[in-house]
T-cell receptor, first 112, second 114 residues
Framework: DAKTTQPPSMDCAEGRAANLPCNHS???????VYWYRQIHSQGPQYIIH???NNETNEMASLIITEDRKSSTLILPHATLRDTAVYYC?????????????FGGGTRLMVKP | DAGVIQSPRHEVTEMGQEVTLRCKPI?????LFWYRQTMMRGLELLIY????????DSGMPEDRFSAKMPNASFSTLKIQPSEPRDSAVYFC????????????FGPGTRLTVT
């Protein structure tokens, strides 16, 4: 699975959009981009994933560049409860063996 | 749905003792994963099972670690003998295996070995 690069930390004002970047320049054509987050003292939580097209759900939006070498997770209206470490993970989806390899992630601090 | 259940939530033990961590996956899920998280190494996959069969245990640090899944609703991770460097938070996760299946994580077990 391709490696990802994320900034170690970011700040965001409460109520504003949080845009978290992820670089995955070595991504291959059959690899998906996944985002998970980990709130302090909890287990990681799935947020969203995508292959080529932009995706949106009740939690966030995922914007993938046309060349697929980078992506951005967008939390449209960040709240204090969104303070967490956000992990960008790239992997091939298989019928079995869908392991997750976590990197360092981005520590997002939402401030009042 | 109760989610993934792990027990105990906290465990403090002395070096050399046996430690057993337990996990109950979400009903119907057929894949189970054990992860370990430390400040130094982050979140690491130790082992995963598919349909109760261990598929990849390459992340298990050494022979002191063993994991079993006797049935679809229960798994254990055992450390014998435990050492201070095993202190970490151990997470169990489960998923309904197949394309693009998300993993659901439990609350973790915080292990302290003194």
């Amino acid at each position: 699975d391709a490696k990802t690069t994320q900034p170690p930390s970011m700040d965001c004002a409460e109520g504003r959009a949080a845009n978290l970047p992820c670089n995955h320049s070595t991504i291959s054509g059959n690899e998906y981009v996944y985002w998970y987050r980990q709130i302090h003292s909890q287990g990681p939580q799935y947020i969203i994933h995508g292959l080529k097209n932009n995706e949106t759900n009740e939690m966030a939006s995922l914007i993938i560049t046309e060349d697929r070498k980078s992506s951005t997770l967008i939390l449209p209206h960040a709240t204090l409860r969104d303070t967490a470490v956000y992990y960008c993970i790239v992997r091939v989806d298989r019928n079995a063996g869908n392991m997750l390899t976590f990197g360092g992630g981005t520590r997002l601090m939402v401030k009042p | 749905d109760a989610g993934v259940i792990q027990s105990p939530r906290h465990e403090v033990t002395e070096m050399g003792q046996e430690v057993t961590l337990r996990c109950k996956p979400i009903s119907g899920h057929n894949s189970l994963f054990w992860y370990r998280q430390t400040m130094m190494r982050g979140l690491e996959l130790l082992i995963y099972f598919n349909n109760n069969v261990p598929i990849d245990d390459s992340g298990m640090p050494e022979d002191r670690f063993s994991a079993k899944m006797p049935n679809a609703s229960f798994s254990t991770l055992k450390i014998q003998p435990s050492e201070p460097r095993d202190s970490a938070v151990y997470f169990c996760a489960s998923s309904l295996e197949g394309s693009r299946a998300e993993q659901y994580f439990g609350p973790g077990t915080r292990l302290t070995v003194t």
